[in-house]
């Protein structure tokens, strides 16, 4: 059984940072795609961030470019999302997702089969 556990979030302040893990465990993904996602209340879940476990190559959604980091410790088998300047609308619960098949760096939250449970990240003005 593949698990996926998300930890780090919490309350914050306008321009604060903060860093999320993922970290993995049942199977190892090789060459598989992890990413990140968050659902505000009332919203989509949207795409945030992803990485390649091949090569590290990364991919952003625009509002997030530029003060998130993607990162992975493949050794620890952990992903991280290493937040910066944060802002009140980066309010959500951010959910760790990994692609059991293929290596491109997909946007779509159906091309991801496994998921956390989701952690809440709260930023206040």
């Known amino acids: 059984q593949v698990q996926l556990v998300e930890s780090g979030g919490g309350l914050v302040q306008t321009g604060d940072s903060l860093r999320l893990s993922c970290a993995t465990s049942?199977?190892?993904?090789?060459?598989?795609?992890m990413g990140w996602f968050r659902q505000a209340p009332g919203l989509e879940r949207e795409f945030v961030a992803a990485?390649?476990?091949?090569?590290?190559?990364?991919y952003y959604t625009s509002s997030v470019k530029g003060r998130f980091t993607i990162s992975r410790d493949n050794a620890k088998a952990i992903v991280y999302l290493q937040m910066n300047s944060l802002k009140p609308e980066d309010t959500a619960v951010y959910y760790c997702?990994?692609?059991?098949?293929?290596?491109?760096?997909?946007?779509?939250?159906?091309?991801?089969?496994?998921w956390g449970q989701g952690i809440q990240v709260t930023v206040s003005s």
């Open positions: 049942g199977r190892t993904f090789g060459g598989n795609v």
């Open positions: 990485i390649s476990q091949n090569d590290g190559s990364t």
């Open positions: 997702a990994a692609r059991a098949y293929g290596t491109a760096l997909t946007l779509g939250k159906d091309t991801y089969e496994y």
